[in-house]
């Protein structure tokens, strides 16, 4: 199901901005990961890191205050430019269910299209997250593009053993 244009009217009454990060942005952002309870918790280290080197292909909501609410971290794919891979997405307690982070996603992925192109976006979803699932489902349903599900590290491959797969969403093609 798609969120509705009132959904997206809401999400934006409930931020003032939305923009690249700044390293000072970091420590926010990797707060706002600890508290999703559901995203594999980076170092805070490399929440500054994101902020710094990848800051032209991710995106934060901020708050009336100017603080982050909502942030989107992504990478261009260095053997395919034209993929844009989506690393994390996560919105502040008080400010999910209102559309923010399909909001986030679809401006991030205006940004990148109109800086360098895009024709892909790609993602990363373990199958118990029902509200990523959903996001990137809407997402690809809002731009009439194809959604293609595949297997991409089974959980056996991981060192701690009681991890789920990751299964790769590929969202596109995007055209002109």
Same mark, same amino acid.
């Given at each position: 199901?798609?969120?509705?244009?009132?959904?997206?009217?809401?999400?934006?009454?409930?931020?003032?901005?939305?923009?690249?990060?700044?390293?000072?942005?970091?420590?926010?952002?990797?707060?706002?990961?600890?508290?999703?309870?559901?995203?594999?918790?980076?170092?805070?280290?490399?929440?500054?890191?994101?902020?710094?080197?990848?800051?032209?292909?991710?995106?934060?909501?901020?708050?009336?205050?100017?603080?982050?609410?909502?942030?989107?971290?992504?990478?261009?794919?260095?053997?395919?430019?034209?993929?844009?891979?989506?690393?994390?997405?996560?919105?502040?307690?008080?400010?999910?269910?209102?559309?923010? *982070?399909?909001?986030?996603?679809? @401006? /991030?992925?205006?940004? !990148?299209?109109? &800086?360098? %192109? =895009?024709?892909?976006?790609? $993602?990363?979803?373990?199958?118990?997250?029902?509200?990523?699932?959903?996001?990137?489902?809407?997402? *690809?349903?809002?731009?009439?593009? @194809? /959604?293609?599900?595949? !297997?991409?590290? &089974?959980? %056996? =491959?991981?060192?701690?053993? $009681?991890?789920?797969?990751?299964?790769?969403?590929?969202?596109?093609?995007?055209?002109?």
């Amino acid at each position: 199901m798609t969120a509705a244009p009132a959904d997206f009217a809401r999400a934006r009454s409930e931020f003032l901005s939305i923009d690249t990060p700044r390293v000072e942005d970091g420590a926010a952002i990797w707060r706002i990961a600890r508290d999703s309870e559901v995203l594999d918790l980076n170092s805070s280290y490399s929440y500054l890191l994101w902020c710094r080197d990848f800051a032209a292909t991710s995106a934060v909501a901020r708050g009336e205050d100017g603080e982050p609410i909502a942030f989107v971290t992504g990478y261009v794919r260095p053997d395919r430019p034209e993929t844009l891979v989506v690393w994390q997405v996560a919105v502040d307690g008080a400010h999910r269910g209102k559309g923010l *982070a399909a909001s986030l996603l679809d @401006a /991030l992925t205006a940004r !990148v299209a109109a &800086d360098q %192109g =895009l024709s892909w976006v790609e $993602t990363t979803i373990t199958p118990d997250n029902t509200a990523s699932d959903r996001l990137f489902t809407s997402y *690809a349903q809002r731009h009439d593009v @194809a /959604l293609e599900r595949e !297997v991409l590290f &089974d959980g %056996g =491959l991981f060192p701690e053993g $009681t991890h789920l797969p990751e299964v790769l969403y590929r969202i596109g093609p995007f055209t002109g």
